[in-house]
């Protein structure tokens, strides 16, 4: 791959397809309200509240499938095919390099799911979305690999997303009449082998690089014996989950939690809060160092025979990190791509904070007594569909109309 020079993005096609963000964004915003719109209906039958479905997947697998491989991923290749050719100093990426990949994502994703209500095509569908997949994957390892800049976050990245189209691979197999091992092993290498390696490392490249002008006096601090601490624990966590080993992986979540608290706190959270747009991303980090310390108590207590949390720490994680980092992220990525000012609005903001509370309100669900599980759920889902459905009425027009600036792109 060469270094190109100037906006390659096809004269003649819509501007959706004139920058990779556009296009996998607008498909990630649509995967996301529908995945959860599917969630909300199961959790309302499980409430009583509307007739139950015949899913061609145990509900909680086809959440975690549409939720961990097809939305969160969407997002992060949207990002990383714009974020990483300025890492590694290239110019955008022709459109011809990525389109066909894109493509492939959103009739994959498209077909699935219609596949979780029509026995058959759930397996085409997969296996369209990981061809996708596997196309953005030769692109990012190229960029990757140019020239002779630090690399180092770029290639754990890339080495994240290989190990993550083992979850669609996996998902094939349940498909196809695999058991639960199958699903376990999906659900985990999703988690723990590429979102969260994934998402970790791109705040440690970029919060404290986005920090440096907004806070006076701001130092950075990106050590790298903290993006290998964490990655190789969130390595060693989901190999427990997989085998059933759960009740140890505090022995590397507790390291994890006191190294992301750390971070935190280096970072300089407090005055962060000062700038919305920052402050998202400071306090989306924070929840990891929560989840960690979660799953450390549940582990530990574990150990002693002792069941608790419930999933409290996976939503810690799921909402709390991954929400909140993938809102402040997408945000800031779309509006300084659009050429509009860096700066989150009231209503971004407003809905930012409303996310904190759908975070804290879907880790309690697991605290409260069991006939009111399912209400406590279906408020924090129709939480977050309220969110981010606010959220994509501001963003999705973005995507669909040129920079406010004049400049390709």
Same mark, same amino acid.
Not at 338 to 367: H, M, N, P
Not at 395 to 408: A, E, H, K, N, Q
């Given at each position: 791959?060469?270094?190109?020079?100037?906006?390659?993005s096809?004269?003649g096609?819509?501007?959706?397809f004139?920058?990779?963000?556009?296009?996998?964004?607008?498909?990630?915003?649509?995967m996301l309200?529908?995945?959860?719109?599917?969630?909300?209906?199961?959790? =309302? &039958? +499980?409430?009583?509240?509307?007739?139950?479905?015949? #899913?061609? *997947?145990? %509900? /909680?697998?086809?959440?975690?499938?549409?939720?961990?491989?097809?939305?969160?991923?969407?997002f992060?290749?949207?990002?990383?095919?714009?974020?990483?050719?300025?890492?590694?100093?290239?110019?955008?990426?022709?459109?011809?390099?990525?389109?066909?990949?894109?493509?492939?994502?959103?009739?994959?994703?498209?077909?699935?799911?219609?596949?979780?209500?029509?026995?058959?095509?759930?397996?085409?569908?997969?296996?369209?979305?990981?061809?996708?997949w596997?196309?953005?994957?030769?692109?990012?390892?190229?960029?990757?690999?140019?020239?002779?800049?630090?690399?180092?976050?770029?290639r754990?990245?890339?080495?994240?997303?290989?190990?993550?189209?083992?979850?669609?691979?996996?998902?094939?197999?349940?498909?196809?009449?695999?058991?639960?091992? =199958? &699903? +376990?092993?999906?659900?985990?290498?999703?988690?723990? #082998?590429? *979102?969260? %390696? /994934?998402?970790?490392?791109?705040?440690?490249?970029?919060?404290?690089?986005?920090?440096?002008?907004?806070?006076?006096?701001?130092?950075?601090?990106?050590?790298?014996?903290?993006?290998?601490?964490?990655?190789?624990?969130?390595?060693?966590?989901?190999?427990?989950?997989?085998?059933?080993?759960?009740?140890?992986?505090?022995i590397?979540d507790?390291?994890?939690?006191?190294?992301?608290?750390?971070?935190?706190?280096?970072?300089?959270?407090?005055?962060?809060?000062?700038?919305?747009?920052?402050?998202?991303?400071?306090?989306?980090f924070?929840?990891l160092?929560?989840?960690w310390?979660?799953f450390?108590?549940?582990?530990?207590?574990?150990?002693?025979?002792?069941?608790?949390?419930?999933?409290?720490?996976?939503?810690?994680?799921?909402?709390?990190?991954?929400?909140?980092?993938?809102?402040?992220?997408?945000?800031?990525?779309?509006l300084?791509?659009?050429?509009?000012?860096?700066?989150?609005?009231?209503?971004?903001?407003?809905?930012?904070?409303?996310?904190?509370?759908?975070?804290?309100?879907?880790?309690?669900?697991?605290?409260v007594?069991?006939?009111?599980?399912?209400?406590?759920?279906?408020?924090?889902?129709?939480?977050?569909?309220?969110?981010?459905?606010?959220?994509?009425?501001?963003?999705?027009?973005?995507?669909?109309?040129?920079?406010?600036?004049?400049?390709?792109?």
């Open positions: 791959m060469q270094r190109r020079n100037g906006n390659e096809g004269s096609r819509h501007i959706v004139a920058a990779p963000h556009r296009s996998m964004f607008l498909t990630g915003a649509t309200l529908t995945a959860f719109t599917l969630w909300t209906v199961e959790i =309302a &039958a +499980r409430a009583g509240l509307a007739p139950s479905v015949s #899913w061609t *997947l145990p %509900p /909680v697998w086809m959440h975690a499938l549409l939720v961990t491989c097809g939305m969160f991923p969407l992060m290749f949207g990002f990383l095919l714009t974020a990483m050719p300025r890492w590694q100093a290239f110019d955008e990426i022709p459109q011809a390099r990525w389109l066909g990949a894109w493509r492939l994502l959103a009739a994959g994703w498209a077909i699935a799911v219609v596949g979780m209500v029509v026995p058959g095509l759930l397996i085409a569908g997969l296996m369209l979305a990981l061809a996708g596997i196309g953005v994957l030769r692109v990012l390892w190229q960029v990757a690999h140019h020239g002779d800049l630090e690399a180092l976050h770029a754990v990245i890339c080495y994240a997303m290989t190990a993550g189209a083992l979850a669609p691979l996996a998902w094939i197999a349940v498909a196809a009449g695999a058991g639960p091992v =199958a &699903a +376990r092993v999906a659900i985990n290498a999703a988690i723990w #082998w590429c *979102l969260l %390696p /994934v998402f970790f490392s791109v705040c440690h490249r970029m919060i404290p690089f986005f920090s440096t002008g907004p806070i006076p006096g701001y130092q950075v601090v990106r050590p790298v014996w903290a993006l290998w601490l964490v990655v190789g624990a969130s390595i060693v966590h989901g190999g427990l989950s997989m085998v059933g080993a759960s009740a140890f992986s505090w590397v507790l390291p994890a939690a006191f190294a992301s608290l750390w971070l935190s706190r280096q970072w300089r959270l407090v005055p962060a809060l000062k700038v919305p747009l920052l402050a998202m991303l400071h306090i989306g924070l929840w160092g929560i989840a310390a979660l450390a108590v549940q582990s530990a207590a574990a150990m002693g025979g002792i069941n608790i949390l419930g999933l409290a720490p996976l939503h810690a994680l799921g909402v709390g990190f991954f929400g909140s980092v993938l809102m402040g992220m997408v945000s800031r990525v779309t300084g791509h659009s050429g509009r000012k860096l700066t989150a609005d009231r209503l971004t903001w407003g809905l930012f904070l409303t996310l904190e509370i759908v975070a804290v309100t879907r880790g309690l669900a697991e605290l007594p069991a006939g009111w599980v399912p209400w406590a759920m279906l408020v924090s889902v129709l939480g977050w569909l309220g969110v981010f459905g606010s959220w994509a009425v501001r963003y999705v027009p973005i995507y669909l109309r040129p920079r406010s600036d004049g400049r390709p792109g």
